[in-house]
């Protein structure tokens, strides 16, 4: 709860000259009536907020303004992609996640689980952002050299066996670092309908009678050149266009 208003304070100071004309159309089309004033003021709204985006550092919640602009446009894959990549920065932001679940029905999508064993063994990891471990990381360096230190100086075994404990603790957390920035596959959001081939290539076979849903979150296995691997349903596994979909970054 306080890291949601923390979060939600911090849209609504960032940015100001922006972020308050953006803010003012994005209410006026909650209020209109008209369709056409409405798509008028969401439109606006969303151009001031992606004028934000090359300013801000990857961890800024700008995704979550411009997501709630593209529902309202009801553009659905694109608010889940915007969603999804606010979530990446701030997994623990609730009013992103419910959102996002609207948004997937009215793309007519499943909502995404997360009652797995997986999930709930590595809830403590899969909860924090890669720019929060970083920070907890360094947290735990500084308080590991002092508690070595300390120990050196004093020879007390209680300061030696913290400083191990923080050792530990940190080769987690690095471990969940490294594992997140170079071995992690990344994800994509298809942002129109797309049905997956068998090889790279148009000449190749389709993989499936039905196209994937546009606003469908895939694995992405590997690219080439036009083409990208994408895992989907189960581990099936087939190619789209690169064009076709667009990568959640971490």
Known sequence: MIYNLI????????????????????????????????????????????REIPNHTPGSVSHY???????????????????????????????AQK?????????????????????????PFVKLSLQEKSLISALLIIL???????????????????????????????????????IAPPYGILLNPAIPKHEAGEQYIDNSEKPLLAGS??????LKNEWVEISYKKEAKGFIKLDQLKLIRR
């Open 144 to 182: 590991a050299t002092i508690s070595l230190s300390c120990y050196i100086w004093k020879r007390c075994p209680f300061l030696l066996n913290i400083s191990k404990i923080l050792s530990i603790i940190l080769i987690i957390f690095t471990s969940s670092i490294i594992y997140d920035r170079y």
């Open 99 to 123: 959102n996002l679940e609207i948004a997937l029905q009215k793309a007519g999508l499943e909502s995404a689980s997360e009652d797995s064993l997986k999930s709930i063994l590595l809830t």
């Open 7 to 50: 979060i939600l304070i911090f849209i609504s100071l960032t940015s100001l000259s922006l972020a308050d004309t953006a803010e003012d159309l994005y209410k006026k089309g909650e209020k209109t009536s008209s369709i056409s004033e409405r798509n008028q003021y969401f439109n606006e709204s969303l151009q001031h907020y992606l």
């Open 217 to 222: 979150r895939v694995k992405v296995l590997d």
């Open 65 to 95: 303004n411009i997501a709630n602009c593209y529902f309202q446009l009801q553009q659905y894959p694109l608010a889940i992609y915007h969603y999804n990549q606010t979530l990446a920065y701030h997994p623990r932001l609730k009013i």
